[in-house]
């Protein structure tokens, strides 16, 4: 049965509502070939990071991430952005889980309805849709990669490079609409023109931007299409936030342990059913696992969310099926009227609010009350977890441990990690609970 429904997609990039690129060339320099020809932009190579993941070093403002926001600080004095994210008001909601409401009412201005599938979660990439490379260079931030020297120990800083369309560039750009003060995507290989699917590859290159900042505040997520990706076009989002998400406070249960040593836990206590991957002999151990579960989900045509946490030590898989069930209507009209879409930082525990009187009332009751509908059942939610353990090679049932031994609260950065970084969006009444 095909699934369809009105969506009103978020705008990334200022070029959006162009979907046609004229012939002799789009006169507004993008990525395309029109325009690509003389492009140049920074290059930041980080460092191999199969061992430096494990480390716990402690550093003032690490260069890429004082990188990011320092460009992004110029895009927004150069009036790039569609309205100031700083003066968005932010809160802690009261209660036990400290869910953070941000009332962000310039994020579903003028936008442009469209009809989005949400019965397939890999569909072809579409070249005459919006993608990636037609927004203006001037959006773009820097590129990045990591380096195939595993005895590179430093990164490294060309400030200007020429972009290689034969050797198709990661960049990170700005989102036109953010959600929080340096908010970026990441877009690997942007000129491949891959569809917003995982593969191993890319799943690497966002693990080890998260390392390379350096900063458990600085998260990076994925929606995949089907929950709330809004364009066809491999990306992930990241923002700096200066609070723990409740996701990373959530308590969970080790359920299994693969032979290069990530461990899989499952959420406890949350309103959305999810996984917990961390450790690994190495980096490339823990993504390639979450490479294989998130393949499986999308053959499986589940969709799902990602967030790496924990400066890339900590990821969290969550299937989800919100859409579906909006296609369905068994979505309550109430719900409905918040026009809120749960991705992955709705399901992280920061939820992005519309409308005033949604912020004003927001409660811990009704945050909980969304995303307990964005959450897969009970029982299918274990039928899942038997895919994702099959695809990686485990037991297919969950070996539970003695709740009482393997029960850990998950502060998912208890261990001292968290440093505050500024993040203008965040007034003080939101870090003082």
């Known amino acids: 049965m095909l699934l369809k429904i009105k969506r009103v997609p978020t705008v990334v990039s200022n070029y959006q509502k162009d979907e046609t690129v004229e012939e002799g060339g789009c006169g507004r320099n993008c990525l395309s070939k029109c325009c690509i020809n003389g492009a140049r932009l920074p290059l930041y190579t980080c460092k191999s990071l199969d061992k430096s993941i494990r480390e716990n ?34 809160k802690v909601i009261p209660g036990k889980y400290g869910f953070i409401a941000q009332l962000n009412e310039g994020r579903h201005l003028k936008k442009r309805p469209t009809e989005f599938r949400v019965d397939k979660v890999l569909q072809p990439f579409d070249g005459n849709k919006f993608n990636f490379t037609k927004v203006g260079q001037e959006e773009l931030l820097f590129q990045f990669e990591a380096s195939n020297n595993d005895d590179d120990s430093e990164l490294q800083f060309l400030p200007s490079i020429p972009l290689d369309a034969d050797n198709s560039p990661s960049v990170v750009a700005i989102n036109v609409s953010p959600i929080e003060y340096g908010h970026v995507l990441l877009i690997p290989r942007v000129l491949d023109c891959l569809p917003q699917r995982i593969d191993h590859k890319s799943l690497l290159l966002a693990l080890q931007m998260a390392a390379e900042a350096a900063n458990p505040y600085f998260r990076l997520g994925y929606n995949s299409l089907g929950a709330f990706a809004t364009i066809n076009h491999l990306h992930f989002q990241a923002y700096y936030l200066a609070m723990q998400f409740p996701i990373e406070k959530a308590s969970s249960l080790k359920i299994n342990t693969t032979n290069n040593g990530v461990k899989i836990s499952k959420l406890l206590n949350y309103p959305v059913r999810g996984l917990l991957f961390e450790g690994g002999n190495s ?34 898989l969550l299937p989800q099926c919100y859409a579906e069930k909006q296609a369905l209507g068994e979505v309550s009209s109430k719900l409905l009227d918040t026009q809120v879409n749960p991705a992955v930082w709705e399901m992280s525990g920061h939820m992005v609010l519309k409308r005033k009187e949604d912020y004003e009332g927001a409660s811990e009751e009704k945050a909980w009350r969304l995303l307990a509908e964005v959450s897969l059942s009970e029982e299918r939610f274990k039928e899942v977890n038997t895919m994702i353990f099959e695809a990686i090679g485990l037991s297919s049932h969950e070996e539970e441990e003695e709740e009482g031994e393997e029960l850990e609260e998950q502060s998912s950065m208890n261990g001292g990690s968290f440093i505050r970084v500024h993040c203008p969006s965040v007034k003080e009444e939101a870090v003082s609970n």
Not at 69 to 79: I, P, S, V, Y
Not at 285 to 313: E, H, M, R, W, Y
């Open 283 to 316: 980096i490339k151990d823990l993504s390639d696992t979450v490479s294989d579960a998130s393949v499986c989900l999308q053959n499986n045509n589940i969709p799902f969310n990602i967030l790496i946490s924990d400066s890339g030590k900590q990821i969290f």
């Open 57 to 90: 070093t402690e550093s003032p403002v690490m260069f890429l991430e004082s990188l990011v926001l320092g460009e992004w600080e110029d895009r927004f004095q150069r009036g790039l952005f569609r309205y100031d994210v700083t003066a968005c008001e932010t």
